[in-house]
């Protein structure tokens, strides 16, 4: 990748204001926490690290040299995502289920754990799931 495509993640520490760069590093910490969760549960969790990995390199500049292995690990998950029409058969099987259970725990609030909280961050879950996947695959096959 040359200069011109590559994304410079380096804030220049003079010109953020400091209240920024704490709103910065604990918007890029909790996207780091959250994405290290999502590591092994179902979710894009390579992706909220790269997202939470430039937030701190805006914030914290000395964090920048980490930004670029996670954006190629990164990019390898989306695009082994969207690799073949099973994967992504597989994944929007995925989403529909997170929909699903979502939606049945709503509606049948005697289950366990059950409930509004529960079953809105299951089909959120399910609808992230879908728009990453369709920004993978138009990153990875060009469509628009």
Known sequence: MNEQQRPDFEA???NVHPVARV????????????GVVLLVL?????????????LLA??????SRFVEPVRLKAMQGAEA??????????????GLGL???????????????AGWATG????????????LLIWSHRR????R
């Open 140 to 143: 990875v096959h060009g469509g």
């Open 99 to 113: 929909i699903g259970a979502g939606v049945v725990a709503v509606l049948v609030p005697s289950l366990p754990l």
């Open 58 to 63: 805006r914030a914290i500049p000395a964090f």
């Open 12 to 14: 220049d520490p003079g």
């Open 42 to 54: 179902p979710g894009p969790g390579m992706l909220l690290l790269l997202a939470g990995m430039v």
């Open 81 to 94: 995502s969207v690799a073949s029409r099973w994967r992504i058969a597989g994944s929007v099987l995925a």
């Open 23 to 34: 709103v910065l590093g604990v918007a890029g910490v909790t996207l780091i926490g959250i």
């Open 120 to 131: 809105l961050s299951l089909v959120l879950s399910g609808l992230i799931l879908f728009a």
